[in-house]
C-alpha cells in the first residue's frame, strides 16, 4: 500500500510525503522539487560516494515510523551538496525541506 500526503511550511509551500508500506517495514519519503529527506532505508554513503556527479540534495532520518515523525526528526546524515546549502545533521527535517525549496 503507498500513501500520499502533503505537508504545509511554515512559509505556506508545500512539499509531498510519500509512504510505501513493505512487509515488516515502510518506505518513507518527503521530497521538494530540489531534494528529499527520508528514512533510515537511504544509503548517504552510496550518494556521496558512488553517485556523487549527480549532487544529490538529500537528509536520513533514523528511527521514524511515520511521515510526521520524518517531518520533525532531526537528520542524522546528509549528502555533500545538502552540506553545500547549509543543510546539517541534527537539524529538523522540515527545516532541511524548507532550504530545499
Known sequence: MMRMIPFK??????VIGAEVKLPKTNLLS???DRGYIMCGA???????????????????????RT???LFEA???????KAEALGI???MKGKDALRIML
Open 74 to 80: 532531526p537528520l542524522e546524515s546528509v549528502t555533500i
Open 42 to 64: 537511504l544509503d548517504i554513503a552510496l550518494l556521496n560516494e558512488r553517485l556523487r556527479d549527480r549532487e544529490i540534495i538529500a537528509g536520513r532520518a533514523v528511527g521514524v
Open 9 to 14: 511550511l511554515e512559509s505556506g509551500e508545500t
Open 88 to 90: 546539517t545533521a541534527g
Open 30 to 32: 518527503i521530497s521538494t
Open 67 to 69: 511521515l510526521e515523525e
